[in-house]
């Protein structure tokens, strides 16, 4: 994990809409040290080894947010990934390699809470408990957007509702405040609701 000069991560903000981005920047800067991108494109450009975490823009027109999450993980970047969208999400999150997901408008708590629980799970170095979170931010927002019927014709849902499950038991027993971390981390309003 790296580090600004004065040791704060360092949070790329992206978002086609210049007002959007710098919002979200302005949100965070005071705990973090943030670089915005107005798109796609700018976001690739930016992007390097010094970013801990991006606020991903899921929709823009230039390169979409679903790319640009893919061309970060294929370059090697292994830093946070926070989608942010005003879109309803679908099943198809269920296989994209993003740490949480937060819908349009974000409050500035859920933003900071969201970008240190995430860093603070990268920092852990336990890819499970980071895992886990990746998996549970995905399920909850499904849950809060899609019908139980609608989940129940997804066997890819279910598998990952298994994963999660057997995440938890395993990290209950390495972590003693496993459910406090969760109950953290349920506290954020992920859905658009």
């Known amino acids: 994990m790296s580090s600004s000069v004065d040791g704060r991560p360092t949070v790329l903000v992206v978002d086609d809409e210049a007002e959007v981005a710098d919002m979200l920047a302005l949100k965070i800067r005071e705990e ?28 823009m027109p ?11 993980r294929e370059r090697g970047y292994d830093c946070v990934v926070v989608m942010t969208t005003a879109v309803d999400p679908d099943l198809n999150i269920l296989e994209m390699d993003f ?14 809470t969201t970008l240190d629980q995430q860093l603070d799970s990268r920092r852990s ?9 990746s998996v549970v931010s995905k399920l909850e927002v499904l849950e809060e957007e899609l ?9 890819e849902y279910e598998d990952r509702k298994r994963e999660a499950e057997a995440l938890g038991r395993e990290l209950q027993e390495s972590h003693p405040d496993f459910e406090e971390i969760v109950d953290t981390f349920r506290d954020i309003g992920r859905g658009s609701s």
């Open 32 to 59: 973090y040290e943030t670089i915005v991108a107005y798109g796609g494109a700018d976001a690739l450009d930016a992007m390097d080894e010094t970013v801990d975490a991006v606020l991903l823009d899921r929709r």
């Open 62 to 72: 230039d390169v979409h947010g679903d790319d640009v999450l893919a061309t970060i």
């Open 99 to 112: 740490d949480d997901y937060l819908s349009k408008p974000i409050e500035t708590e859920t933003l900071l």
């Open 125 to 133: 170095g336990d890819p499970k408990l980071e895992a886990f979170f």
């Open 147 to 155: 019908t139980p019927a609608e989940l129940a014709e997804s066997d």
